[in-house]
């Protein structure tokens, strides 16, 4: 149905806690660059309005520290702008602090935790070969 794939790549020793949080900060820079991705309102039987939702499907992934790394470092390679999540950010408090502490590092020493794109499906699967699903 899709052409296109969502993934979230998250680092394998990751408290439940922290997979979450990251997850979820990821996946609004996925949806920031693709607003399009967003469909209607929910209504449920009451007439209660909830928020929209992706109206496509994500997969969530696992890999180490250095696969990871090879992730971002094909997609950077690719172009790609992708949402990324580095373990100096659980310490801040704010964005502005977010930023500063991402400035810090380079794709050769930054230490994801975390990783989105969206991509054709063929490329997602290339990209992030060697990740695997989430436990």
């Known amino acids: 149905m899709f052409d ?16 979450l949080n990251v997850t979820a900060f990821l996946m609004t820079g996925i949806v920031a660059q693709n607003p399009g991705i967003i469909g209607r309102p929910y209504v449920d039987r ?19 520290q250095e696969t990871i790394r090879k992730i971002n470092l094909r997609a950077l390679d690719r172009g790609m702008v ?10 801040t408090g704010h ?12 794709a050769d020493d930054a230490r994801l935790v975390g990783l989105a794109l969206r991509a054709e499906k063929k490329v997602v699967d290339k990209i992030t070969k060697g990740a695997s699903m989430h436990q």
């Not at 309005?49 to 180490?64: E, G, K, R, Y």
């Not at 992708?82 to 310490?91: G, L, R």
């Not at 964005?95 to 380079?106: G, I, S």
Request: glycine share 2%; aromatic share 10%.
């Open 95 to 106: 964005d502005d602090a977010n930023r500063e502490v991402f400035a810090q590092f380079a």
């Open 82 to 91: 992708t949402s990324a999540y580095i373990e100096e950010m659980f310490s």
């Open 46 to 64: 009451s007439g209660n309005t909830f928020n929209a939702l992706s109206v496509q499907p994500m997969i969530v992934l696992s890999a180490d």
């Open 4 to 19: 296109t794939k969502i993934a979230v790549v998250l680092r394998n020793d990751l408290a439940s806690w922290q997979a």
